[in-house]
T-cell receptor, first 115, second 114 residues
Framework: AQKVTQAQTEISVVEKEDVTLDCVYETRDTTYYLFWYKQPPSGELVFLIRRNSFDEQNEISGRYSWNFQKSTSSFNFTITASQVVDSAVYFC????????????FGAGTILRVKS | DGGITQSPKYLFRKEGQNVTLSCEQN?????MYWYRQDPGQGLRLIYY???????QKGDIAEGYSVSREKKESFPLTVTSAQKNPTAFYLCASSSAVYSNQPQHFGDGTRLSIL
């Protein structure tokens, strides 16, 4: 069965600090996809990144970076030099190959960035 | 602008009443989804549809119903059988039926019991 665990319920940091959000997943499939979404106070989920199980390269996009490690079934998300606008709930999600494109979400991590 | 529109933003339900949440997309996406979000539990899949006139149950379909008569529309009805309907409901769509396409979300509808 698929499962996504985000063990950090809430993280508070001061602006300009770096912060890492953890994501651990479980799946029996060899082909799967991992996602990160951001949910600002307005409510909609904003897509940040998609990773497939065959691509373990780390990715950097501006202040955001992602570390995918199959050996530990983790897909962690780091924000460098955090800003107040980064305050949101962040969700990690997993989908397995095949018809349906069904996402299984973690419980989310609330990130509060204080000025 | 292309996107997903959910309405209303806030909805109140009386005991024994059915209510319908609207979801419309103009992204020309084939697949549409409904999720329920409760505090501390992430999002859980209620129903999904890959093509018009076809839909499948997700993990928590009991007490809900859907229809998919048009590609751009996927309304969700919360029936009186759903005993704990208070939650935030999110609609999503994606461009293809397979797992590598990200889902795009609407702004959500917050449903409460009167």
């Amino acid at each position: 069965a698929q499962k996504v665990t985000q063990a950090q319920t809430e993280i508070s940091v001061v602006e300009k600090e770096d912060v890492t959000l953890d994501c651990v997943y479980e799946t029996r499939d060899t082909t799967y996809y991992l996602f990160w979404y951001k949910q600002p106070p307005s409510g909609e989920l904003v897509f940040l990144i998609r990773r497939n199980s065959f691509d373990e390269q780390n990715e950097i996009s501006g202040r955001y970076s992602w570390n995918f490690q199959k050996s530990t079934s983790s897909f962690n998300f780091t924000i460098t030099a955090s800003q107040v606008v980064d305050s949101a709930v962040y969700f990690c999600a997993l989908s397995e190959e095949g018809y349906g494109n069904k996402l299984v979400f973690g419980a989310g991590t609330i990130l509060r960035v204080k000025s | 602008d292309g996107g997903i529109t959910q309405s209303p933003k806030y909805l109140f339900r009386k005991e024994g009443q059915n209510v319908t949440l609207s979801c419309e997309q103009n992204l020309n996406h084939d697949a549409m989804y409904w999720y329920r979000q409760d505090p501390g539990q992430g999002l859980r899949l209620i129903y999904y549809s890959q093509i018009v006139n076809d839909f499948q149950k997700g993990d928590i379909a009991e007490g809900y119903s859907v229809s998919r008569e048009k590609k751009e529309s996927f309304p969700l009805t919360v029936t009186s059988a759903q005993k704990n309907p208070t939650a935030f409901y999110l609609c999503a769509s994606s461009s293809a039926v397979y797992s590598n396409q990200p889902q795009h979300f609407g702004d959500g509808t917050r449903l409460s019991i009167l």
